[in-house]
């Protein structure tokens, strides 16, 4: 199946309607937490914070939604670019939710537009406080296609802390796809983020009482479909060959966007998938190589 094969069958993909209802996401008081008037999350699997008002029950709402891994029930949060108003909930989500990796596909700024506020301390040394949490950056690591912040995060309230990794993809275009349309530095990045949650799996021992893999790794772009949708596919796609010898994107990609409306947002995004999933068997000696005849095209496509 070429490049047009699958662009029909993304597109019969993105014509189903939503598999679910948006009714907290459209709650007054909580319409201003959405980054995007259009890009909401569904009721049946969004993540509920501790509610901080007994007289408010929105005060549970933040956009982001629970998303199955590789035999691993709720392996992802997929959240949208956090926003100067939602700094605080975004950090009570991480605490609450044991996350120790965050992965961000997105910059904060890009072609002049916001895509992401600024939720993290960039120079090294030094601490602020979103709401009732601290975050310290530790040290940065710098890298051609992604940046590595180990930062420390603080329950003021409780003066409880907990080591953060958090991996920043630099050279995903709001157009298009990474890297001129070849997975493997993207393929690279998701291998540093395997490692990083196992490690970090490692050190959490018997206080982590939930899946044997982790707590949620958090994943977010700007609007926390595109590009994260993405991501999401590739991990889960490639962590089933290495398992079972199986790949099947669409059906991956449909069981995304069960659990995070619109995941996946554009076209080339879905024909990227397949790209990188033929990379990553090549590389991991599954296919002896790979006729990528017809998938190369123009990307004109703005993705989030």
């Not at 937490?33 to 029950?57: G, I, W």
């Not at 700094?87 to 910059?107: A, K, L, Y």
């Not at 893999?213 to 700007?222: A, L």
Request: aromatic fraction near 10%; charge should be neutral; glycine fraction near 8%.
């Amino acid at each position: 199946r070429q490049r047009r094969g699958l662009l029909l069958e993304y597109e019969e993909l993105r014509a189903r309607p939503p598999a679910g209802t948006f009714h907290h996401a459209k709650l007054p008081s909580n319409l201003a937490k959405n980054r995007y008037t259009d890009v909401l999350c569904y009721d049946h699997s969004r993540v509920l914070l501790s509610q901080t008002d007994p007289d408010d029950p929105t005060t549970d709402y933040i956009n982001a939604n629970y998303v199955d891994g590789y035999k691993q029930k709720n392996a992802f949060i997929c959240t949208q670019g956090p926003l100067p108003k939602t700094f605080g909930d975004f950090w009570r989500m991480v605490w609450e939710q044991g996350t120790v990796v965050i992965v961000m596909t997105t910059r904060a700024v890009e072609r002049g537009r916001v895509k992401c506020g600024q939720y993290w301390p960039l120079t090294v040394g030094s601490t602020a406080v979103y709401g009732g949490f601290a975050v310290t950056t530790e040290a940065v690591d710098t890298e051609d296609d992604y940046t590595i912040s180990h930062l420390v995060l603080t329950d003021v309230r409780t003066e409880q802390s907990r080591r953060i990794w958090h991996g920043q993809y630099t050279r995903w275009p709001d157009y298009g796809v990474p890297g001129g349309g070849r997975a493997t530095p993207v393929l690279r990045f998701r291998q540093r983020v395997r490692r990083a949650q196992h490690d970090a799996r490692q050190q959490l021992g018997d206080s982590w009482a939930g899946h044997s893999m982790g707590p949620p790794i958090v994943v977010h772009c700007s609007a926390g479909i595109g590009r994260t949708g993405t991501f999401l596919t590739l991990d889960t796609c490639a962590a089933r060959l290495a398992a079972e010898g199986v790949v099947d994107v669409r059906g991956t990609v449909e069981r995304i966007r069960a659990q995070r409306a619109h995941s996946i947002q554009m076209p080339d995004q879905y024909v990227f998938c397949h790209l990188a999933i033929l990379e990553y068997a090549v590389m991991n000696g599954y296919l002896d190589s790979a006729d990528l005849t017809g998938f190369d095209a123009d990307n004109d496509d703005e993705s989030e």
